[in-house]
């Protein structure tokens, strides 16, 4: 068996110019390095090796073949386990295990019609003021990144923990944002600065953090006390028994943490998903039209319910193709090697780190023709058959893919089909185009506006 030696690029004492060029321009980089070193490359920074991998196939040799022994990098999981604790987000091996299968029952597909029907009242609701606001006015303008935040965080905890907490949601999305900023910061630090020292880093995530957890532990502890079983994801961990643990209940600490990371993790990424594939619509109205057409052909006059979602195969590709151009996860790719391994022909060393880039896998001009172009028709039924497996990959592949894939899919779907038939969204003029950046998900750099009016038939 021959083993390939890698190139690599080289910028710099220990290479650090290029460091600080993945830290600042993390998209460009990544293109950059697959222009030029093609689907594998690797190098050092300081004392790091660090190995790319572009192709499908590799993609699938490091997420699901290897799955056991190349692990989630564990620096940047130290970062997130400030605020997540030692949820499901954040171990390994049998305790994950463990702790997926006891959260696992909320995302069995008996549950999703119960789901659907409390989204679809978050949703209609925002709607409903839009239309209000439109009584009075031709268009609104709206700030998307936070509209869709505050929508997805509605429905997270009205689903997962029968909990209205609307009005906190500008101050939970502040903090959010804040420890997403950090925690990029933090995962470029060699070490992460002690807590209780007094760094202006450290001020501003512990109070971010001190709102997260009042919000969380007021839920775990209320739930508690009200001992009633609201057939949520938050009763299921109340009462769930670790039979492969010590056989006893989840103690509250451990409910806060799972608790904790799912209600980060349900709703700041499908957030961000939202934004790129309202500003795409907004981009293409053909698209958006077709979208119309293809509800009124299913539904005629009736909104969209859960049942007509599986018939609504334009309105998927439309998503799914969006979540090919701007895939919102793309931080959490960084494994490391726990043991020497072979990728393909490559030999990757115990304790080498292992990146993958759905962002650039996803532009690849062999899986996806005229890869910059919106293209919704490449996974119609009749085409998606020529993408190869792990070509697209917005929500991972394998044991640790994302849990919440079914749901989040559901949810853009039905925001989607709920607004389109009554409003129609358009850029702003003068606007630029939003350009992606990169902190705990992958958003428009700069506030992304879009201008909603009524749709007159
Ligand atoms: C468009 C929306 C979403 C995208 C693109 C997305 C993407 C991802 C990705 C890429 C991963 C990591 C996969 C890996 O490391 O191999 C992940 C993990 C995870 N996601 Fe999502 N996600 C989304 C929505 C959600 C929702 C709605 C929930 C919960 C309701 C959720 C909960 C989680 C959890 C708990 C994990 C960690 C799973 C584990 O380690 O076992 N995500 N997600």
Redesign the pocket.
Known sequence: MTTKTLNGPKEGVFNLRFAKRLRNQLVDTYESLHREFGDRCACRIGPYQIFFFFHPDDVHEI?VTNSKTIL?DPRPMQVFAQWNGN???ITEGEQ?LR??RL?QPA?QARRFEAYSQKMIVEIDALKDQLLARLKTQPSVEIDVDETMTSL?LNI?CQT?FSTDLKARASEIRTAVATLAEIAYHEMQQPFLWPLWLPTRWNRRKKAAMAVLDQVVWDMVRQRRRENVDKGDLLSMLLAAVDEEGDGGTLTDRQVRDEAM??ML???D??A??LDWLFWLLAKHPDAADRCRQEIQQTCGDRPVEFSDLPKLTWLNAVIRES?RLY???IG??LRKATQDVRIGDVNVPKGALISLS?LVTHRDARWFPEPDRFDPERFLPSRVGSIPPYAW?????????????H???M??SLIVARWLPALRWTTVAGQPDPVPHMTAALRPKDILKLRFEVVRQ
Do not use: D, K, N, Y
């Not at 990959?393 to 849990?403: E, H, K, L, V």
């Open positions: 997420l989630r949820s499901l987000l994950w702790q997926r959260v995302f997805t997270i997962m990371t799912l993790a349900g709703h990424t499908t961000a998903a979540l895939p919102p996860a959490v790719f759905s990959f917005p929500f991972g592949a394998g044991p640790r893919s994302c849990i919440g894939l749901f989040a899919m949810e853009m």
